[in-house]
């Protein structure tokens, strides 16, 4: 058995790394036959997505097939054999590097179902470690002078852009296809008949019958097919989708149809290229949103159903063993109990009456009166014999019972027969259940408020980007200007970068996988240069920045860069919400066994509503998507997170709108 057991092992694993190997020449030869500005590179090179789904999906140990098959690829160009080594170790460092990064650092999952595993994909696997490759190849080509080193930039970047978008519209859908969750099935004909309506619009778009002759936008026809996809269909179903657009779109472009075709195929491939980039991330930032919004749901209504499964069952214990059963007669007030009934009220379990008086002395002094003219309704036949009410036992507990029973006349009077259950855990789990149903539709609530700023603050600086990478494309700016467009655009990706980053380090914090290297430094010396930080910041707003920084306060034992980072998140919260020509002060003092940090300002100022909730991620005052001042909110959960872990405590102050507000950072000091 074990001897088959190898065998099959064996026979499965060479089926896969003969299917890999096969892939990716294959398509290696088809990305050279579309190289037009070097034999050994091209814009359009699905290998690289290839590599990387393989080494996601099964582990880094199967680099060696994707070096032969690298190997064997740039083997069949006109360049001397030993560039075809080093290039397919550049191919291949980089989609191991891809795989290295991302199961280490960020729990990633393959299925693409959660947008930190989007944005660390297109981070890791698509801009960074497909820079690896570009390197190793293009400087292989110059030094075996291939190619000349003059041009190498331009080299360098058709390189990296192949393999990014190689990355970037291969790889997802493979990973996503083969870890869709069993089920999936059902869907596979919606889904095939929205690919297929996709294709028809992009062969429309981007082939002959429109692409030649359009000078519209028309490309933007295929993004509501990709929403739907995004929507309905998940990751893999987007993904495959994006993907056979991309060949249509690739065809057709390279034949001269639709808008992006110009009478140059390289310089239409890199538009085309640059499109389904952007293509291809959003809609996989919105397929994982969706994704994670009906797994949300899921878990809700399986929490609900829970509840709701549990609260049965105790009903069902409490009338199978609880249950006290009573004969009430209005005439005498008196009532003949069950022992269960007595238990109830905290009495020795027996069979006996109990007088009205004694009844009304243990009901609850809130329902006591309600009780009485409940009573009075239902011998008049105003109201059903049954009633929820509070009773204060003889051990001082506070109990819900609930009370059920038939009026009965009879020739002494009218009695009322009926029962009483001890409901107080039923009560205490719909309020949870109310609590629960509360919180979760706050937390959604918020959710789609983030995933909106998100976009919002994403697309921002991306569509500046764009914007200006277009207009030097086409060559619309003057020469003079384009210095001053190249810093709006880098500008602008530092600005993307930063949420990025924000991003990430609470998706740390909230991991635990935040590391901290502590150590004794001086937060005056941090201080100042948080300071220096956000001068130019202060200064566009022409605010005045006042500083009472007690250098000899002492030391703190802490991460400096983390400690810094608290210190410039605060300062330039404040810039932030300041009006030009105010003013910022910043005092640095010892006090006691602690050193004491605050930032005032005299600026826009905290409602006392939203002050108890300054300090969560995500939320703002002000969460509308045009408001004055953008961001993500996360840069005080970021910085309170980060006193907490060093063991010091932020606080936050302010006496309304319009009158500023002060936070306060304490940190013990270090005796070291």
């Not at 002759?213 to 097919?225: A, C, D, N, Q």
């Not at 065809?251 to 952007?278: E, K, N, W, Y």
């Not at 240069?529 to 034992?557: Q, T, W």
């Not at 840069?635 to 997170?641: N, S």
Request: charged content about 20%; overall charge neutral; aromatic content about 6%.
């Amino acid at each position: 058995m074990d001897g088959n057991a190898s065998r099959q092992g064996i026979a499965r694993s060479a089926g896969i790394a003969l299917a890999i190997a096969t892939a990716y020449i294959a398509a290696a030869l088809i990305g050279f036959r579309l190289a037009f500005v070097a034999q050994q590179i091209t814009t359009v090179w699905a290998p690289t997505g290839i590599a990387v789904a393989a080494l996601l999906l099964g582990g880094i140990r199967w680099w060696p097939v994707v070096w032969i098959a690298a190997f064997v690829s740039n083997a069949t160009t006109d360049a001397p054999l030993w560039t075809a080594a080093l290039i397919a170790a550049g191919n291949t460092g980089e989609a191991a590097l891809a795989a290295f990064a991302l199961d280490r650092s960020t729990n990633f999952d393959p299925a693409l179902n959660r947008v930190r595993d989007v944005v660390a994909f297109i981070i890791v696997a698509v801009g960074s470690a497909t820079m690896l490759s570009a390197t190793v190849g293009v400087a292989t080509l110059c030094a075996a002078h291939v190619q000349p080193w003059s041009r190498f930039g331009a080299l360098w970047f058709d390189w990296w852009l192949g393999d990014a978008m190689g990355a970037l519209i291969v790889a997802p859908a493979i990973m996503t296809v083969v870890r869709a969750k069993a089920g999936a099935a059902r869907g596979i004909l919606p889904a095939a008949m929205l690919i297929v309506a996709a294709l028809f619009a992009a062969d429309l778009v981007f082939g002959h019958a429109l692409g030649a002759r359009s000078t519209h936008p028309l490309e933007y026809i295929v993004f509501p097919f990709v929403v739907a996809a995004a929507v309905r269909g998940g990751p893999p179903i987007t993904a495959l989708l994006v993907l056979s657009v991309s060949i249509v779109t690739i065809t057709g472009t390279v034949q001269g149809a639709g808008p992006f075709a110009t009478g140059d195929i390289h310089r239409s491939l890199v538009l085309l290229q640059a499109f389904m980039g952007v293509l291809s991330g959003t809609g996989l930032l919105l397929a994982s949103a969706m994704a994670e919004r009906e797994a949300s749901r899921r878990r809700e209504m399986e929490s609900a159903e829970e509840v709701r499964r549990r609260e049965e069952v105790l009903r069902l214990a409490q009338r199978a063993g609880g249950v006290a059963v009573f004969e009430w007669d209005f005439a005498n007030q008196i009532a003949q109990c069950s022992a269960e009934f007595f238990e109830i009220f905290g009495l020795p379990a027996r069979d006996g009456i109990m007088t009205g008086a004694d009844w009304s002395g243990y009901v609850h002094p809130d329902d006591r009166a309600r009780m009485g003219a409940h009573l009075s309704a239902v011998v008049e036949g105003r109201e059903n014999a049954a009633a929820d009410y509070r009773i204060v036992t003889a051990d001082g507990r506070t109990r819900w019972l609930a009370y059920s029973g038939q009026l009965q006349t009879t020739p002494a009077g009218r009695r009322l027969l009926g029962t009483v259950t001890d409901v107080t855990s039923r009560i205490e789990a719909e309020e949870a259940l109310r609590e629960a149903k509360n919180t979760a539709e706050t937390a959604n609530r918020l959710k789609d408020q983030f995933l909106a700023t998100l976009s919002h603050e994403l697309r921002t600086p991306l569509n500046v980007i764009l914007g200006y990478a277009r207009m030097l494309q086409r060559d619309a700016i003057p020469i003079d200007q384009r210095g001053k467009a190249i810093d709006v655009i880098a500008r602008n990706a530092v600005a993307q970068n930063q949420l990025v980053e924000d991003l990430l380090d609470m998706s740390r914090i909230t991991t635990g996988k935040l590391r901290l290297e502590p150590r004794v430094v001086a937060p005056s010396a941090l201080l100042l240069d948080a300071l220096d930080g956000v001068r130019p910041a202060a200064d566009a707003k022409e605010i005045r920045l006042h500083s009472e920084i007690d250098g000899d306060a002492g030391g703190v034992r802490a991460d400096a860069a983390r400690l810094q980072q608290v210190y410039w998140n605060l300062l330039m919260n404040a810039v932030k919400f300041t009006e030009r020509g105010g003013r910022v002060v910043v005092r640095l003092r010892g006090n006691g066994s602690s050193i004491e940090t605050s930032v005032e300002d005299n600026g826009i100022g905290i409602d006392a509503a939203f002050l108890p909730f300054v300090f969560e991620p995500f939320r703002q005052a002000d969460a509308r998507l045009n408001r004055e001042h953008g961001g993500l909110g996360l840069g005080l959960a970021i910085a309170k997170e980060l006193v907490e872990l060093h063991g010091g405590t932020i606080h936050a102050m302010s006496d309304g709108p319009g009158r500023g507000a002060i936070f306060t950072v304490r940190l013990p000091r270090s005796n070291g």
